[in-house]
């Protein structure tokens, strides 16, 4: 695989990050983003979010569902609060969330696997009833953490720091493109504004391997026709270069 390219579909800043530790690797990468994470500007629901931090000590759980959540809250939290509150436990979905909030000085801890559904598993043996619990993520993301939490007995909140958005490229990006051996896709969104992208401009794509996070994801690319499909079990870059290394390895046996 060192001879081949893989498609990085992570938004930026992640993107970068992923490009260059593959190149360390002495592999070959092509950027293209298929979200872009845009921090909320708008001044009201910034005066909303700024008194949400400032009252984030109220909660007994903070889950934080992304690395994007977790490094726009890190700065509100600098802004808010020169010394963390105690008495808050501080989850990160995934270990790439848990580590960049352990990166910015906050104590959190991760579940074993790299999905919501790995984390309510994770989190059964708690005690959820009356526990106050702020999750943070961006504008319309998957319900199914609250509901879940919920139906347990919790109180959820959410704070919402970011909105995503479907990059706009022309034909013209797809035509300079070089080929590509292996696709790299890390979230639903994602999937799904590179599908559409693909089956207009590059449908040949759909016969690549294509790397995914969870086995919701990947059953999820397999209805959209990627016939390659293959889950990696996590969004974080040493899970995908796992699975990439396995995957190409099997393909180059047969």
């Excluded at 360390?24 to 700024?50: F, H, K, N, Y």
């Amino acid at each position: 695989m060192q001879n081949g390219r893989i498609l990085i579909t992570r938004p930026e800043p992640e993107n970068t990050v992923s490009c260059e530790r593959l190149h360390s690797l002495g592999w070959s990468t092509v950027p293209l983003p298929m979200l872009e994470i845009m921090p909320i500007e708008d001044a009201q629901q910034r005066a909303v979010i700024r008194s949400q931090i400032f009252n984030i000590d109220v909660f007994d759980y903070v889950i934080f569902v992304s690395k994007n959540a977790a490094r726009l809250a890190c700065d509100w939290l600098d802004a808010c609060w020169p010394m963390l509150p105690m008495g808050v436990h501080w989850i990160g979905i995934g270990q790439g969330t848990t580590q960049t909030l352990l990166d910015e000085g906050v104590p959190a801890l991760s579940n074993p696997g790299h999905t919501t559904e790995a984390l309510l598993e994770w989190l059964k043996p708690v005690r959820m009833k009356q526990q106050k619990i702020l999750i943070v993520r961006g504008l319309g993301g998957r319900p199914e953490l609250g509901e879940k939490l919920e139906e347990r007995g919790a109180k959820v909140s959410y704070l919402c720091l970011y909105e995503r958005k479907k990059p706009e490229y022309l034909a013209q990006t797809f035509v300079m493109l070089p080929d590509i051996d292996v696709i790299w896709v890390t979230s639903g969104e994602s999937l799904v504004n590179l599908s559409e992208y693909a089956t207009r401009y590059k449908p040949e794509w759909k016969k690549h391997p294509i790397l995914t996070p969870s086995n919701r994801v990947n059953q999820q690319a397999i209805e959209m026709g990627w016939i390659k499909a293959q889950c990696a079990h996590g969004a974080d870059d040493n899970s995908l270069i796992k699975a990439t290394q396995l995957f190409t390895g099997r393909q180059h046996d047969r």
